[in-house]
């Protein structure tokens, strides 16, 4: 039996949802919800689950997962509950309960922490830099080097035990027993959502969310083997570095249409935009536009004299990878797709 934590939807709050005691369990979120079918009921159980304080019943669901936030149950809702906005707040409670450092949790509930963490990640690559003489030549070099150790080291030790700790909240300890084969037969479904993101196709707004979101998808990963593989700011190959452009480019286009989409607030989506929703988006614009403007500086042969803009292009990687790509709202990405995953595989015994 599922225990009760009758303080959850206070300590919920600091994950952005809003008062879930308004919700009076009509079912109109789950009437409009085009995910909604026989066997799941989205977002009510979720919402339900919240309000009552079923801890448990929410850690081992995959359901959270499974919304795509159209928004539609919230402009629905006869009591502005805002389920829509739960489920993105839901999100953010797993991913801190799936973190192993804790650290997830600390910067989503305390925006004071989270810039106080942007500033000693820059503070460290402003002194790192002094320690090197802010020689060019050997801070692109250790920058290079440094993204390469950093993709290996926070897959290694925090997002690789993460995703193993949510497979323990959903699977093992639920004991749902999944036979072994099921694992090889739904890991094409894993990578079909990872790099697609198909889901969002069941969902009714436009489609042309779905369309940016996969673009920018395949434009970060291109942009980041390009500049870590090919060592796009490091070549002489001009191939590669039209690439990188161009890549770039679609980068920062469709962040800043995102942007654009949060300001102006024009979708139930962007209405109650979070600290860690503004980070994400804003720093994956400045990854593709920093990076544009230091290879344009690499080229007309000036970045030797403007130092600066390759060290706040390295400012903005390095806070990407230690504390965006692990504890912020880049992990959604990764817990969405294996979520899909685990879905696939405990088809079987349904």
Known sequence: MSRLNPDFSTKLKKYGAFDTSLCYNCGNCTAICSLSDKKNSFPRMMVRASVIGMEDKITSSLDPWMCY?????????????????????????????????????????????????????????????????????????????????AIITVFAIIILPNVFRMWW????????????????????????????????????????????????????????????????????NMFIIILGYVESIVIFAITFIFMAGRIKRNKELNKFSQPSDWFFVIWLFLMGFTAFI?????????????????????????????????????????????????????????
Request: aromatic content about 16%; overall charge positive; charged content about 15%.
């Open 69 to 149: 936030y159209c928004g539609e149950c919230s402009t629905s809702c006869p009591r502005q509950a805002n389920p829509g906005e739960l489920m993105m707040s839901l999100r953010r409670w797993l991913s801190a309960k799936y973190d192993w450092t804790g650290l997830s949790g600390l910067l989503y509930r305390s925006l004071p922490i989270s810039l106080l963490a942007f500033l000693l990640t820059a503070v460290a690559v402003i002194f790192y830099s002094f320690k090197l003489n802010f020689n060019v030549e050997t801070i692109m070099h250790f920058g290079h080097q440094f993204e390469m150790f």
């Open 294 to 350: 230091v290879r344009i500086f690499i080229d007309l042969n000036i970045i030797e004299n403007n130092l600066w803009m390759y060290l706040f292009h390295l400012i903005i990687l390095a806070q990407w990878a230690v504390l965006i790509v692990p504890f912020g709202k880049w992990t959604h990405f990764i817990y969405r797709s294996f979520a899909m995953y685990f879905d696939k595989i405990t088809e079987t015994i349904k």
């Open 169 to 236: 909240s959903v699977i093992i300890k639920p004991k749902v027993k999944v036979p072994l084969k099921a694992y090889f037969k739904g890991a094409g479904d894993l990578f079909v959502h990872m790099f697609t993101q198909k889901r969002t196709l069941g969902c009714d707004d436009s489609q042309a969310r779905w369309f940016m979101h996969m673009v920018l998808v395949f434009g970060y990963l291109a942009l980041l083997f390009t500049t870590v593989v090919l060592d796009w700011l490091g070549t002489d």
